[in-house]
C-alpha cells in the first residue's frame, strides 16, 4: 500500500513538473507590468510598423483574420501571432530591423519565446517580375493582417481592470 501512494505522490509530481512549461510556455509577468510595457515600449513601433507595410502595399489587402484573440488568452494569442511572424522569416530591408526589435520587444514583455525550426528565408527580390511582384504583395497583406492582429489584442488585453 505505501509503495503505491509514494509511486503516485513522487511519480505524477515530477511528471507534472516537467509537463507544465509545454502547457505554460510563457513567463509570469503581470498584466500591470505587459500593460506597461505596451503603452511605454510596443504601442508607437507597432503603429510605425504597421503605417509602414500599409504604405508599401500598392493594393488593397482583403481582411482576412487567420489569428484571432481569444478570450482570456490574450497573452498565448499574442506569442502565437509574434513566432507565426518569425517562422515566416519574411526580408524587408525597408522595415525589417524595425519588426525584429519589435517583435523582440514583445516577446520581452510577455515572457515569451518561440521554437523556430528551420525554414527558409524569403527575401525580397527586386525584379519587375508582375508575379513576384504579386507574392510580395500578399505576403505584405499577410503581415500587415497579423500586426494589426497582434494591436487589437493587445489594446483588448490592456482594456482588463488591473488587480
Given at each position: 500500500?505505501?509503495?503505491?501512494?509514494?509511486?503516485?505522490?513522487?511519480?505524477?509530481?515530477?511528471?507534472?513538473?516537467?509537463?507544465?512549461?509545454?502547457?505554460?510556455?510563457?513567463?509570469?509577468?503581470?498584466?500591470?507590468?505587459?500593460?506597461?510595457?505596451?503603452?511605454?515600449?510596443?504601442g508607437?513601433?507597432?503603429?510605425?510598423?504597421?503605417?509602414?507595410?500599409?504604405?508599401?502595399?500598392?493594393?488593397t489587402?482583403?481582411?482576412n483574420?487567420?489569428?484571432?484573440?481569444?478570450?482570456?488568452k490574450?497573452?498565448?494569442?499574442?506569442?502565437?501571432?509574434?513566432?507565426?511572424?518569425?517562422?515566416?522569416?519574411?526580408?524587408?530591408?525597408e522595415?525589417?530591423?524595425?519588426?525584429?526589435?519589435?517583435?523582440?520587444?514583445?516577446?520581452?514583455?510577455?515572457?515569451?519565446?518561440?521554437?523556430?525550426?528551420?525554414?527558409?528565408?524569403?527575401?525580397?527580390?527586386?525584379?519587375?517580375?508582375?508575379?513576384?511582384?504579386?507574392?510580395?504583395?500578399?505576403?505584405?497583406?499577410?503581415?500587415?493582417?497579423?500586426?494589426?492582429?497582434?494591436?487589437f489584442?493587445?489594446?483588448?488585453?490592456?482594456?482588463?481592470e488591473?488587480?
Amino acid at each position: 500500500m505505501k509503495n503505491v501512494f509514494f509511486r503516485y505522490v513522487f511519480g505524477l509530481y515530477p511528471l507534472g513538473l516537467v509537463l507544465l512549461p509545454i502547457v505554460y510556455p510563457c513567463g509570469n509577468k503581470t498584466t500591470t507590468s505587459i500593460i506597461m510595457d505596451y503603452r511605454n515600449l510596443i504601442g508607437s513601433p507597432i503603429s510605425e510598423v504597421h503605417e509602414i507595410i500599409s504604405r508599401k502595399i500598392n493594393q488593397t489587402c482583403l481582411e482576412n483574420h487567420t489569428h484571432t484573440c481569444e478570450q482570456n488568452k490574450e497573452i498565448g494569442s499574442i506569442n502565437q501571432m509574434v513566432c507565426s511572424i518569425q517562422r515566416r522569416r519574411l526580408h524587408f530591408t525597408e522595415f525589417q530591423p524595425q519588426l525584429t526589435i519589435l517583435l523582440k520587444t514583445i516577446q520581452k514583455s510577455l515572457g515569451c519565446d518561440c521554437e523556430l525550426g528551420h525554414s527558409a528565408v524569403h527575401k525580397r527580390d527586386t525584379t519587375q517580375n508582375p508575379r513576384r511582384r504579386k507574392q510580395i504583395q500578399k505576403r505584405l497583406c499577410k503581415l500587415k493582417n497579423l500586426i494589426a492582429n497582434i494591436q487589437f489584442c493587445f489594446q483588448k488585453f490592456n482594456s482588463k481592470e488591473v488587480t
